[in-house]
């Protein structure tokens, strides 16, 4: 994607606005030199971060300075083996930068091949290329599902665009000749030629996100915002509890200062998660690169934790359920006294030989019945708001097509017998009326409307549906069908693709106030008959519930649909302002690819969420027994080298191995209390056998470097079996990778005493370490069982309150 190229304090050329002929354009020449002159349509920014930002937010972070002081601190008094934790920590930095850059490099590729494509006039012929190497006065043309890239000026056609993604106002708009359109507004109907009159930064669109950013605060996702929440928390303490650390076990305690710097240290980088953060980048980066192989584009990376999350798919009719390719079927007459097949045939034929093919039904339509051409006075093109379109022929009269509710208003009852035999088969229904007069946009006078015959149409049910709808009923994710379509044709396809409910169906247009929406949404399946609008209000309503909500959509009418749900996603055959608005893009715009990007989300989610528990683990702690020793006359039991060796073996990489495995249940809960309640079982197992160890020692009058032994091996035993706990279920991968990390730490302990600074023990102290170890592991399971029996009680208390405050337990009624 071509992006804005800093030109520093050289001055760019001048050139004057030209009045582009709209059937010439402007030559190579002029387009050259807008380019030299800046006057390109190149981005205000890349979608993603340079190199540069990506070396520096991985490399310029709070908890890399920390490290480095420590560092120094360690290189001050002359213990240079216990700064270890600075190589795993630049380790860990160079690792997200690469994890980072390559995803990056990844996205860079896929946008650039879903990049809007728009056709352009130029020395007289007709070009496509990218949005973003069009220049101000070019001439283009804008069609139905284009958003409009740059402001532009219509100098000939009509178009009726809707602003609600730059202005709010979601009415559809006629822009006719000598009427601007704003970039950022998409065409819902009509053919126009433009002329571009503010590019790249000047445009509406961009100096509205210019403005935006100037007070920007990007959204986090839950599980992000936790993380910077619990390392801002960490930070706060991290400076005070360093300092009074040293000087209680300086100053109060007499160490020597060596030895006060070293357990400092180790408590401190005990209480820092320096893996956690990496942990989630890298995990996220490799999810989108795992994404892409699957042909999905991933806009935002937030929408991986929110397809974790997703309760309820919303799903169109055509191209979901069914295949794209519509097929007409022949007329079914409906007064052949007055209009014969002849003249039905007759009439569709000229209708649609002025057709331009903006959509599948009318492409359906053109295969049909496109025949002789009649003069043509005046058309309405089709929207999704009216759901009807006209034309008027000089000589003929003016003649609709559309859905037949929306045509034939309160007289549809005349003809719904045969509309609803139709469309309980799966066929979706047209209505060709002739009009007398001339049809107004704004509404059609419905007594001068005059039946003329049914068109039913048929798509094809994709032969992957079912299965693809089989697995989220499995899953535990409901469907919502919601389309424009009589809702008996759309729940009979619903029915034929396996959908649970499909016999739930209501006509949107019964749904009149909010309360209906709410309604509406827990009890039925299928909608039909929806407006862009209510497709937007039916989303709300859904997340109003407490539901995580996914929607698919290609067209047009799905873009603000799409723009509110919590995960949109948008096939890359469908409207370019659909692509643009959605979160992830189906490259290869197939349904059936869904169950594997849900089950990506949630893989990565469930993992990062199980892994995070390690970390915490160890900072619970820490954090706890540094506050003890605070309280209560004893060292920090540890030095930082010894640390550094359980955090690699017992946190780092088993999380990142747990990371990659497959996991497909749905997320549930909050991320942050999910993961400390998994955690608080063995940091509280290591606080209170370490506390044991520290109070023998104080009885038995135990060295300190046995005492730092004995502790290390306490925590690589609890380590083990926290690790053995959230490996559940255990899989032959997950027992090895068990059985390599106990190895690796009785290795450390037998052949590299030296460099852990571990040393041998007397048999007192020998005996009492596997006094501990075996209480550590009695420790654990019953401080297990009581979190899980706590969670039942809170579980038993939240079904009793159903939603009611704490206090109505206690106020005498019986529920």
Same mark, same amino acid.
């Given at each position: 994607?071509?992006?804005?190229?800093?030109?520093?304090?050289?001055?760019?050329?001048?050139?004057?606005?030209?009045?582009?002929?709209?059937?010439?354009?402007?030559?190579?020449?002029?387009?050259?030199?807008?380019?030299?002159?800046?006057?390109?349509?190149?981005?205000?920014?890349?979608?993603?971060?340079?190199?540069?930002?990506?070396?520096?937010?991985?490399?310029?972070?709070?908890?890399?300075?920390?490290?480095?002081?420590?560092?120094?601190?360690?290189?001050?008094?002359?213990?240079?083996?216990?700064?270890?934790?600075?190589?795993?920590?630049?380790?860990?930095?160079?690792?997200?930068?690469?994890?980072?850059?390559?995803?990056?490099?990844?996205?860079d590729k896929m946008t650039l091949t879903t990049a809007q494509r728009i056709t352009a006039i130029r020395d007289g012929q007709k070009m496509?290329?990218?949005?973003?190497?069009?220049?101000?006065?070019?001439?283009?043309?804008?069609?139905?599902?284009?958003?409009?890239?740059?402001?532009?000026?219509?100098?000939?056609?009509?178009?009726?665009?809707?602003?609600?993604?730059?202005?709010?106002?979601?009415?559809?708009?006629?822009?006719?000749?000598?009427?601007?359109?704003?970039?950022?507004?998409?065409?819902?109907?009509?053919?126009?030629?433009?002329?571009?009159?503010?590019?790249?930064?000047?445009?509406?669109?961009?100096?509205?996100?210019?403005?935006?950013?100037?007070?920007?605060?990007?959204?986090?996702?839950?599980?992000?915002?936790?993380?910077?929440?619990?390392?801002?928390?960490?930070?706060?303490?991290?400076?005070?509890?360093?300092?009074?650390?040293?000087?209680?076990?300086?100053?109060?305690?007499?160490?020597?200062?060596?030895?006060?710097?070293?357990?400092?240290?180790?408590?401190?980088?005990?209480?820092?998660?320096?893996?956690?953060?990496?942990?989630?980048?890298?995990?996220?980066?490799?999810?989108?690169?795992?994404?892409?192989?699957?042909?999905?584009?991933?806009?935002?990376?937030?929408?991986?934790?929110?397809?974790?999350?997703?309760?309820?798919?919303?799903?169109?009719?055509?191209?979901?359920?069914?295949?794209?390719?519509?097929?007409?079927?022949?007329?079914?007459?409906?007064?052949?006294?007055?209009?014969?097949?002849?003249?039905?045939?007759?009439?569709?034929?000229?209708?649609?030989?002025?057709?331009?093919?903006?959509?599948?039904?009318?492409?359906?339509?053109?295969?049909?019945?496109?025949?002789?051409?009649?003069?043509?006075?005046?058309?309405?093109?089709?929207?999704?708001?009216?759901?009807?379109?006209?034309?008027?022929?000089?000589?003929?009269?003016?003649?609709?097509?559309?859905?037949?509710?929306?045509?034939?208003?309160?007289?549809?009852?005349?003809?719904?017998?045969?509309?609803?035999?139709?469309?309980?088969?799966?066929?979706?229904?047209?209505?060709?009326?002739?009009?007398?007069?001339?049809?107004?946009?704004?509404?059609?006078?419905?007594?001068?409307?005059?039946?003329?015959?049914?068109?039913?149409?048929?798509?094809?049910?994709?032969?992957?549906?079912?299965?693809?709808?089989?697995?989220?009923?499995?899953?535990?994710?409901?469907?919502?069908?919601?389309?424009?379509?009589?809702?008996?044709t759309v729940a009979e396809v619903a029915r034929q693709a396996g959908i649970p409910g499909a016999s739930k169906f209501i006509d949107a247009?019964?749904?009149?106030?909010?309360?209906?929406?709410?309604?509406?949404?827990?009890?039925?399946?299928?909608?039909?008959?929806?407006?862009?609008?209510?497709?937007?209000?039916?989303?709300?309503?859904?997340?109003?519930?407490?539901?995580?909500?996914?929607?698919?959509?290609?067209?047009?009418?799905?873009?603000?649909?799409?723009?509110?749900?919590?995960?949109?996603?948008?096939?890359?055959?469908?409207?370019?302002?659909?692509?643009?608005?959605?979160?992830?893009?189906?490259?290869?715009?197939?349904?059936?690819?869904?169950?594997?990007?849900?089950?990506?989300?949630?893989?990565?989610?469930?993992? +990062? !969420?199980? %892994?995070?528990?390690?970390? $915490?683990?160890?900072?619970?702690? =820490? @954090?706890? /027994? #540094? *506050?003890?020793?605070?309280?209560?006359?004893?060292?920090?039991?540890?030095?930082? +080298? !010894?640390? %550094?060796?359980?955090?690699? $073996?017992?946190?780092?990489?088993? =999380? @990142?191995? /747990? #990371? *990659?495995?497959?996991?497909?249940?749905?997320?549930?809960?909050?991320?942050?209390?999910?993961?400390?309640?998994?955690?608080?079982?063995?940091?509280?197992?290591?606080?209170?056998?370490? /506390?044991? *160890?520290?109070?023998?020692?104080?009885?038995?009058?135990?060295?300190?470097?046995?005492?730092?032994?004995?502790?290390?091996?306490?925590?690589?035993?609890?380590?083990?079996?926290?690790? /053995?706990?959230?490996?559940?279920?255990?899989?032959?991968?997950?027992?090895?990778?068990?059985?390599?990390?106990?190895?690796?730490?009785?290795?450390?302990?037998?052949?590299?005493?030296?460099?852990?600074?571990?040393?041998?023990?007397?048999?007192?102290?020998?005996?009492?370490?596997?006094?501990?170890?075996?209480?550590?592991?009695?420790?654990?399971?019953?401080?297990?069982?009581?979190?899980?029996?706590?969670?039942?009680?809170?579980?038993?208390?939240?079904?009793?309150?159903?939603?009611?405050?704490?206090?109505?337990?206690?106020?005498?009624?019986?529920?």
């Amino acid at each position: 994607m071509k992006q804005r190229k800093d030109t520093g304090s050289t001055p760019l050329p001048t050139v004057p606005v030209k009045e582009t002929l709209p059937d010439f354009g402007l030559t190579a020449e002029e387009v050259s030199e807008r380019q030299n002159a800046a006057l390109d349509n190149a981005p205000v920014e890349s979608p993603t971060k340079t190199v540069g930002q990506i070396i520096l937010s991985h490399s310029l972070t709070f908890f890399n300075l920390v490290f480095l002081i420590l560092a120094v601190c360690l290189f001050i008094v002359g213990t240079f083996k216990n700064t270890l934790f600075l190589l795993i920590a630049i380790a860990n930095t160079l690792i997200g930068i690469f994890q980072e850059i390559r995803a990056k490099h990844t996205i860079d590729k896929m946008t650039l091949t879903t990049a809007q494509r728009i056709t352009a006039i130029r020395d007289g012929q007709k070009m496509t290329v990218r949005s973003d190497t069009l220049v101000r006065d070019d001439i283009v043309e804008f069609a139905p599902g284009d958003q409009i890239c740059a402001d532009a000026i219509v100098v000939t056609g009509q178009l009726q665009v809707n602003e609600a993604l730059v202005t709010g106002e979601a009415d559809q708009i006629t822009k006719s000749p000598g009427e601007t359109l704003l970039s950022g507004s998409f065409v819902v109907a009509g053919h126009a030629r433009a002329r571009l009159t503010k590019v790249g930064a000047q445009s509406y669109a961009s100096r509205l996100t210019l403005e935006a950013k100037r007070n920007l605060r990007i959204p986090k996702s839950e599980m992000m915002l936790s993380l910077s929440r619990l390392i801002r928390v960490i930070g706060i303490l991290l400076i005070p509890m360093g300092v009074l650390l040293f000087m209680k076990q300086y100053s109060v305690l007499g160490m020597p200062l060596k030895d006060a710097m070293e357990s400092t240290v180790a408590a401190l980088i005990g209480m820092i998660p320096e893996g956690l953060y990496l942990l989630t980048s890298v995990a996220l980066a490799v999810s989108v690169i795992k994404l892409s192989r699957k042909k999905v584009l991933t806009q935002n990376m937030n929408c991986i934790e929110t397809l974790a999350r997703v309760d309820v798919l919303c799903v169109d009719k055509t191209g979901t359920i069914t295949e794209e390719k519509m097929v007409a079927g022949d007329p079914v007459l409906l007064n052949e006294a007055d209009f014969p097949a002849a003249r039905v045939n007759e009439v569709l034929g000229a209708y649609y030989a002025i057709a331009d093919g903006d959509n599948d039904t009318e492409n359906a339509m053109i295969r049909k019945f496109r025949a002789a051409e009649w003069d043509c006075r005046s058309r309405i093109p089709f929207t999704s708001a009216t759901k009807w379109s006209s034309a008027v022929f000089a000589g003929e009269g003016a003649f609709l097509v559309g859905a037949p509710e929306f045509i034939l208003g309160r007289r549809f009852d005349l003809i719904r017998e045969a509309v609803d035999m139709l469309s309980s088969t799966g066929y979706r229904v047209l209505l060709l009326a002739q009009y007398d007069g001339i049809p107004d946009p704004k509404g059609l006078q419905i007594e001068r409307v005059y039946p003329m015959a049914l068109i039913p149409l048929t798509n094809r049910i994709r032969p992957d549906a079912p299965e693809t709808f089989r697995y989220f009923a499995e899953q535990g994710v409901s469907i919502r069908v919601i389309s424009g379509d009589n809702p008996r044709t759309v729940a009979e396809v619903a029915r034929q693709a396996g959908i649970p409910g499909a016999s739930k169906f209501i006509d949107a247009a019964k749904l009149k106030e909010d309360a209906d929406y709410d309604e509406a949404v827990e009890k039925y399946t299928v909608f039909g008959r929806v407006t862009p609008e209510q497709k937007r209000k039916l989303i709300r309503a859904l997340q109003k519930a407490g539901h995580t909500v996914a929607m698919t959509g290609d067209g047009v009418n799905d873009v603000l649909a799409l723009k509110d749900a919590d995960c949109g996603i948008a096939m890359a055959s469908g409207s370019d302002a659909a692509r643009r608005v959605a979160q992830l893009v189906l490259l290869d715009s197939n349904f059936k690819s869904m169950p594997s990007v849900v089950g990506e989300g949630r893989r990565v989610i469930n993992n +990062i !969420q199980r %892994s995070a528990s390690l970390f $915490l683990v160890k900072n619970i702690f =820490s @954090f706890l /027994l #540094a *506050l003890l020793t605070l309280i209560f006359e004893m060292p920090y039991p540890l030095v930082p +080298i !010894q640390l %550094s060796m359980v955090s690699a $073996l017992l946190i780092g990489a088993p =999380s @990142f191995f /747990l #990371a *990659l495995e497959p996991n497909r249940e749905r997320v549930r809960g909050r991320f942050m209390l999910n993961v400390l309640r998994q955690a608080f079982p063995g940091g509280l197992t290591n606080v209170l056998i370490v /506390l044991l *160890l520290q109070a023998f020692a104080a009885v038995f009058a135990i060295p300190n470097d046995q005492l730092c032994t004995m502790a290390t091996a306490i925590l690589s035993v609890v380590g083990l079996v926290v690790l /053995l706990q959230i490996s559940h279920p255990l899989s032959g991968k997950r027992t090895v990778m068990i059985a390599v990390m106990a190895i690796g730490v009785i290795i450390c302990f037998a052949a590299l005493g030296p460099v852990f600074d571990f040393v041998a023990l007397d048999t007192g102290a020998a005996l009492i370490l596997t006094t501990l170890l075996i209480l550590s592991v009695f420790v654990m399971q019953t401080l297990l069982k009581l979190f899980n029996f706590g969670d039942s009680l809170l579980e038993k208390l939240r079904k009793k309150l159903n939603g009611r405050p704490l206090w109505t337990l206690f106020d005498g009624e019986d529920e």
